[in-house]
């Protein structure tokens, strides 16, 4: 199966992943900028199934990140999801951000049965989720996602950019203090999930905010 995986939640990345290759990594990219999502995405897109000799037709299923994120970087991320998704003809599948971190939480030397997932949030808060690694190949989510302060956070080792940014205030793993969410291991995460015959989420975002755009009310009278 060749999936093509596409993640926005924090920086806008894109992976190719195949139980055929070796690894499951084709091919890849991700920027380090959190606010060019839109510009770059489709683009970056386009030059990795060139480079890779490939091209619609050979994906097997589209995998988007659902966030939690911001709204305008992972809105850019899902409708290209579901924009080559139509016209490709191709099954569609969500998965939360933070699994994708969680996933090298599991594949590293440091890992701890239970642990929190943490990406920034901004307004001082956190994107945050609880897994465990007991008795499962794959991380489990025991709790979230959430959003709140990182002051908050249950007591145990947190990994993601969100811990680095509150290190004073949280266990933070300083190996992940710096990681985001990007499409490679997220792209790996659903594909073991599907290739162990379990069920994916819909592409429906996880914005876990009210947006801050409001409709605009009547016109007071002036007299």
Wanted: glycine share 8%; aromatic share 6%; charged share 20%.
């Amino acid at each position: 199966m060749l999936i093509l995986a596409i993640d926005t939640s924090a920086v806008a990345s894109a992976a190719l992943v195949s139980d055929d290759a070796p690894e499951s990594v084709v091919a890849s990219f991700a920027t380090e900028d959190t606010r060019s999502h839109a510009e770059v995405l489709a683009p970056g897109i386009e030059q990795l199934m060139a480079e890779a000799g490939l091209d619609g037709a050979d994906v097997d299923a589209i995998v988007t990140g659902v966030g939690p994120g911001p709204f305008t970087g992972l809105r850019s991320g899902i409708v290209t999801a579901r924009t080559l998704a139509f016209v490709w003809n191709k099954p569609l599948y969500g998965v939360m951000s933070l699994d994708a971190i969680a996933l090298e939480v599991a594949e590293s030397t440091d890992a701890v049965p239970e642990f929190i997932v943490a990406t920034d949030a901004r307004r001082k808060e956190v994107y945050w989720a609880r897994y465990t690694l007991a008795d499962a190949q794959l991380p489990q989510l025991l709790d979230g996602p959430h959003v709140g302060f990182a002051a908050d956070l249950p007591d145990l080792p947190v990994y993601g950019a969100g811990a680095g940014i509150y290190a004073d205030l949280v266990k933070a793993v300083p190996e992940f203090s710096s990681r985001q969410p990007e499409a490679l291991s997220l792209g790996q995460f659903a594909l073991a999930r599907l290739d162990a015959g379990e069920a994916l989420l819909d592409s429906t975002p996880l914005y876990l905010r009210e947006s801050d755009a409001r409709v605009p009310g009547p016109r007071k009278r002036a007299l």
